[in-house]
T-cell receptor, first 111, second 110 residues
Framework: DGGITQSPKYLFRKEGQNVTLSCEQN?????MYWYRQDPGQGLRLIYY???????QKGDIAEGYSVSREKKESFPLTVTSAQKNPTAFYLC??????????FGSGTRLTVV | GEDVEQSLFLSVREGDSSVINCTYT??????LYWYKQEPGAGLQLLTY?????DMKQDQRLTVLLNKKDKHLSLRIADTQTGDSAIYFC??????????FGTGTRLKVLA
């Protein structure tokens, strides 16, 4: 079955550490996205990519980095520059004019 | 920038209808979507409506669009406890981007 997979489901980060969240899709979707969800604030766009080897900053890109070396994969790195990284992170993919397909999310906690 | 607004909470009794409202600002939005999020999970696409439509019905779900007022609503008929979740409205903004509302938490009382 086609779908979008995020891993891990739970992730713990120490202060000053970089961590990478994985997102893989086998839907042959061109575009992929990373959102951050905080309670009562809805979804905020971190980065998105419309094609391989190209990506754009969203509304809250500071402290995050991404790569898009393959169509299927769009990993997100939360760097030590992100001062408040505890949140639920959602990856999504889409084709033009279609709705998003979301992954099941990664909950990141700073310890 | 473009914005999508929703009320934060809605509480209904089991068997009643639920109506979740949304307003958006981007008049060029071609597609508008409703997503459902259950606790600890990703968002699931429920339904969508094309901007040249006024209404779309899909089983218990009815979407109404007032393009002049930029107002979208989702009606759930015969609401069940399994419908308790957060519902997000999203408006297309450009070819690939969508703007999401803050989500409406629906609580269904037995």
């Amino acid at each position: 079955d086609g779908g979008i997979t995020q891993s891990p489901k739970y992730l713990f980060r120490k202060e000053g550490q970089n961590v990478t969240l994985s997102c893989e899709q086998n839907l042959n979707h061109d575009a992929m996205y990373w959102y951050r969800q905080d309670p009562g604030q809805g979804l905020r766009l971190i980065y998105y990519s419309q094609i391989v080897n190209d990506f754009q900053k969203g509304d809250i890109a500071e402290g995050y980095s991404v790569s898009r070396e393959k169509k299927e994969s769009f990993p997100l790195t939360v760097t030590s520059a992100q001062k408040n990284p505890t949140a639920f992170y959602l990856c999504a993919s889409s084709i033009a004019g279609d709705g998003y397909t979301f992954g099941s999310g990664t909950r990141l906690t700073v310890v | 920038g473009e914005d999508v607004e929703q009320s934060l909470f809605l509480s209904v009794r089991e068997g009643d209808s639920s109506v979740i409202n949304c307003t958006y600002t981007d008049s060029s939005s071609t597609y508008l979507y409703w997503y459902k999020q259950e606790p600890g999970a990703g968002l699931q696409l429920l339904t969508y409506i094309f901007s040249n439509m006024d209404m779309k019905q899909d089983q218990r779900l009815t979407v109404l669009l007032n393009k002049k007022d930029k107002h979208l609503s989702l009606r759930i008929a015969d609401t069940q406890t399994g419908d308790s979740a957060i519902y997000f409205c999203a408006a297309q903004s450009g070819t690939y981007k969508y703007i999401f509302g803050t989500g409406t938490r629906l609580k269904v009382l037995a």
